[in-house]
């Protein structure tokens, strides 16, 4: 089979490869599936870099969520379990955690609606208990993570503010359905927060990017606020002031999605749930920007890293390079 390899660590359109490779054969408790569609997140970025938190041998294949098929024609949303990713015509995930995809979605839009969503979701109501009413505000709104949390957040009944950068990001954090949209790059945020909330703040803050967006998100949280640390994709890891948190009277919540799988995954099954009957009405549908074949997969990769997307970007097996399936 055709599989994207990782043999030296660094930046994704350097390191990332496409070979002519065994198929990979599963372990016990392991499936092989066939990969429909592989969604990329900043973490594929991070595994090339060697930078995530799960470190697999090389030479592995990155690609942590995929729409896949079962062998016997099932239809499913899996984690590879590395070093077998989604970028490939064949992963291999545990049996376990397979979940059916949503049939409201096609093979792109559920391979985007894994992590992305459950993070939100966990982020949202797990953590951080969002309230119909409340405001949310959600950095990177344009983003792969941030996007998934707008339309969350819209869908629980909350008025939803989203940072972005940049005009293009702006008008796409528009559509997903902000009511307020903050463009960083030509705007002040804390002031713009403050003003659009009556010098309140906001209830709840989403924070996939860390660095200054979290120091801007200690200023404009609300009395009895809850703060959720998703990620740092900006590169800098904030060191919190407790005695800040302590004179606000707000909550600084950690969500790490992954943990669930082995701490509960019962939760991982009713939060899938909750997202497939959303997605049936049509309250969330992943936004999916670009549909790349397997050949792009390494340039996408490294676009995603460089926070030049919109969006969600996908593999799609099948798909050639003029588009056509």
Same mark, same amino acid.
Request: a negative charge; proline letters at 6%; hydrophobic letters at 45%.
């Given at each position: 089979?055709?599989?994207?390899?990782?043999? &030296?660590?660094? &930046?994704?359109?350097? $390191?990332?490869?496409?070979?002519? =490779?065994?198929?990979?054969?599963?372990?016990?408790?392991?499936?092989?599936?066939?990969?429909? /569609?592989?969604?990329?997140?900043?973490?594929?970025?991070?595994?090339?870099?060697?930078?995530?938190?799960?470190?697999?041998?090389?030479?592995?294949?990155?690609?942590?969520?995929?729409?896949?098929?079962?062998?016997?024609?099932?239809?499913?949303?899996?984690?590879?379990?590395?070093?077998?990713?989604?970028?490939?015509?064949?992963?291999?995930?545990?049996?376990? /955690? =397979?979940?059916?995809?949503?049939?409201?979605?096609?093979?792109?839009?559920?391979?985007?609606?894994?992590?992305?969503?459950?993070?939100?979701?966990?982020?949202?109501?797990?953590?951080?208990?969002?309230?119909?009413?409340?405001?949310?505000?959600?950095?990177?709104?344009?983003?792969?993570?941030?996007?998934?949390? =707008?339309?969350?957040?819209?869908?629980?009944?909350?008025?939803?503010?989203? =940072?972005?950068?940049?005009?293009?990001?702006?008008?796409? /954090?528009?559509?997903?359905?902000?009511?307020?949209?903050?463009?960083?790059?030509? &705007?002040?945020?804390?002031?713009?927060?403050?003003?659009?909330?009556?010098?309140?703040?906001?209830?709840? $803050?989403?924070?996939?990017?860390?660095?200054?967006?979290?120091?801007?998100?200690?200023?404009?949280?609300?009395?009895?606020?809850?703060?959720?640390?998703?990620?740092?994709?900006?590169?800098?890891?904030?060191?919190?002031?407790?005695?800040?948190?302590?004179?606000?009277?707000?909550?600084?919540?950690?969500?790490?999605?992954?943990?669930?799988?082995?701490?509960?995954?019962?939760?991982?099954?009713?939060?899938?749930?909750?997202?497939?009957?959303?997605?049936?009405?049509?309250?969330?549908?992943?936004? $999916?920007?670009?549909?790349?074949?397997?050949?792009?997969?390494?340039?996408?990769?490294?676009?995603? /890293?460089?926070?030049?997307?919109?969006?969600?970007?996908?593999?799609?097996?099948?798909?050639?390079?003029?588009?056509?399936?």
């Amino acid at each position: 089979m055709q599989a994207w390899q990782v043999h &030296e660590n660094g &930046e994704p359109s350097e $390191v990332m490869r496409l070979e002519d =490779v065994e198929t990979p054969t599963p372990g016990g408790g392991q499936v092989l599936l066939k990969v429909r /569609a592989a969604n990329i997140n900043f973490p594929d970025a991070l595994l090339c870099r060697g930078q995530y938190q799960v470190r697999p041998p090389l030479p592995f294949t990155p690609g942590v969520e995929i729409c896949g098929e079962t062998e016997d024609g099932r239809r499913v949303l899996a984690n590879p379990a590395l070093p077998y990713g989604g970028f490939a015509e064949y992963a291999v995930a545990d049996a376990a /955690a =397979v979940l059916p995809a949503p049939e409201a979605l096609d093979d792109a839009e559920a391979a985007a609606l894994h992590i992305g969503y459950q993070t939100g979701w966990f982020g949202l109501h797990r953590r951080a208990g969002l309230e119909a009413g409340e405001t949310l505000l959600v950095h990177a709104a344009a983003g792969g993570v941030g996007s998934a949390a =707008v339309q969350l957040g819209k869908a629980a009944g909350a008025t939803v503010i989203g =940072v972005v950068g940049g005009a293009e990001k702006a008008a796409v /954090a528009r559509e997903l359905g902000c009511d307020v949209v903050i463009d960083r790059r030509g &705007e002040d945020v804390i002031a713009a927060v403050k003003q659009a909330t009556g010098g309140r703040g906001a209830d709840v $803050v989403y924070d996939p990017v860390g660095g200054e967006a979290y120091a801007q998100s200690t200023k404009v949280v609300a009395f009895e606020g809850r703060i959720v640390v998703v990620g740092f994709a900006s590169g800098t890891i904030p060191s919190p002031g407790l005695n800040h948190a302590l004179v606000k009277n707000y909550s600084i919540l950690g969500l790490h999605w992954g943990l669930y799988n082995t701490k509960n995954p019962k939760l991982i099954q009713h939060c899938h749930e909750q997202l497939t009957e959303l997605a049936a009405r049509g309250a969330i549908k992943p936004l $999916v920007s670009e549909r790349v074949p397997l050949g792009g997969a390494a340039a996408a990769v490294q676009r995603v /890293a460089d926070g030049v997307t919109t969006g969600r970007v996908a593999v799609i097996l099948g798909l050639t390079q003029g588009g056509a399936a």
